[in-house]
């Protein structure tokens, strides 16, 4: 038997080089710590919510929870990341502009409405259509305008709370009907928060268009060789913008999770930092950030794996300022793991253990 087909043969080999391995690994890293410090972290118990409802409680109820915000975003950075080679860092100021458009409807000039201005559904499809535009501009300013995309987007980035305050003329407006609670907290009968069902809808949307049309094959192929993908046919220009209209309309999703949460909206606090949350998901899930092939699945669990450091932190009592620093390391990690030096290193140190094995 040759060196290659031992080297196929061999079932660890095969489960390192699946690509779901690092977000496992990680996964299970952190249940370990976890279940040693302390197994109370995996209590789950129903409780009363303030509405009166029986609901589930817990922190991996809370993972699943917040988890999602950041799965629907990792739908869409992935696909920006596959296609443009390059991140959105604009996503959390444009879930503020998004949620403001939201209550501005919701609201009309009235701050403190006792009655919805319109229906959920039309303000909602309404903030859609803006956060697509959004989308559309970045898109453009990187495919037509060959701007690099962390630099293109960081123009939404520093003026989008702005527009978002200017929206409702820098005011805060708050709703008092309980049915807009419903999207980011829990169904009246249902003890699972409604996030994960809007993220389960989400990945079904996704699932069902990349198997059904060609957008994988074409965001693939215009990430890994544009000048190819242009000589077979395609428009990459427009992939692209594609790519950043689909991340808008995953932002409008989380702008109507984050303001139902709350019933209203902080401009300067809502998903702050959240655009570094859904990169590294994506990094997490062994997506090249440097574009090229994805893998839907793998981002959508490193979104989860990465809520989970998050709440293992929050219990441990770490300070939300701190935060940024400990998921920095796993950045370093990250990028020293994927660095083609440490993969060359690793691919010879192989080698080097089949051949003495073979011999």
Known sequence: MTIEANKKDNPLMKLVRNQMFIPLLALFILALFNLIADPGFFAITLKENSAGNPVLSGYLITILDYGSELAILAIGMTLVTAASGGQDISVGAAVAISGSVLLRVLCGSNTRPETLQAPIIVAFLISCVVAALFGAFNGVLVAYFKIQPMIATLI??????????????NELPVVSDETLTYFGGYIPGVPIPTPFFIAVI?????????????????TQSVGINQSSSRLNGLNPEMIKVITFVILGLCVAVVGLIKVSRVSTINYSVIAKDIEMDAILAVALGGNALSGGKFNMASSILGAYVIQFLTQTLYKFKVQSDALPAYKAIVVIVLVVISAPTVKDWFSSVTKKFKTKEVA
């Open 202 to 218: 989400c990945l079904v949307i996704i699932t069902l268009v990349l198997k059904f049309t060609n957008l994988r094959l074409y």
């Open 156 to 169: 939404l980035y520093t003026a989008g709370r702005s527009i978002a305050a200017w929206i409702n003329n």
